[in-house]
């Protein structure tokens, strides 16, 4: 009964941060669209290489690609630490096992960013999605995907004692 009740806690504390996340990624997309693009591409875009990777809108908008690949990075950092701390209470680990947990987090990030872009593009380019109903389904189904992989393999207590069991047999 314990188990069943903080599995609800991890869940609901998750599904908040991810809509605060959500809300900081269109936050970060809109201020890209908004006045980032508009300002690298109208003063720097006449350089080859900002013009092909950021300013370009044909055949797709990459002002748009590369914003949202920068806002899912900047969320996923701070989620990152929310789900150590908050969500998963793993408190009083040592600067290896956080290491080591940083890099399977943005391990299984680096699919679920896959995953969530790939989702936002397809929404975006192939059904003219607007940029706020492709993202918030994308990001919906990512933090789906990512805490499933987090609570299994990321922050698994039960996987990390057996794992020093083994080491001691």
């Known amino acids: ?7 609800k806690r991890q869940m609901t504390l998750y599904f908040v941060f991810a809509g605060v996340m959500i809300g900081l990624n269109y936050l970060i997309q809109k201020l890209n669209e908004l006045v980032i693009a508009p300002f690298v591409c109208q ?15 044909d ?18 950092i ?20 956080t290491s080591t947990e940083f890099m399977k ?4 990030a680096i699919l ?15 059904l003219n ?8 389904i994308a990001l919906s189904i990512g933090y789906l995907t990512k805490f499933f992989l987090d609570k299994r393999y990321i922050f698994n207590d039960k996987l990390q004692i057996e794992k020093s069991k083994d080491l001691i047999d």
């Open 112 to 126: 679920t960013t896959i995953e969530n872009i790939g989702i936002q593009f397809l929404l975006t380019n192939f």
């Open 1 to 7: 009964m314990v188990e069943k009740n903080d599995i």
């Open 78 to 97: 701070i989620k990152f630490f929310l789900d150590k701390y908050i969500v998963f209470k793993k408190t009083g680990t040592g600067i290896k096992q």
């Open 129 to 136: 999605s607007p940029l706020e109903i492709s993202f918030i």
């Open 105 to 108: 987090y943005f391990g299984s």
């Open 43 to 57: 003063n720097y875009g006449t350089i080859e290489f900002i013009h092909v990777f950021y300013c370009s809108v």
């Open 59 to 76: 055949p797709f908008n990459m002002s748009e690609l590369i914003g949202s690949i920068i806002a899912v990075g900047i969320t996923y």
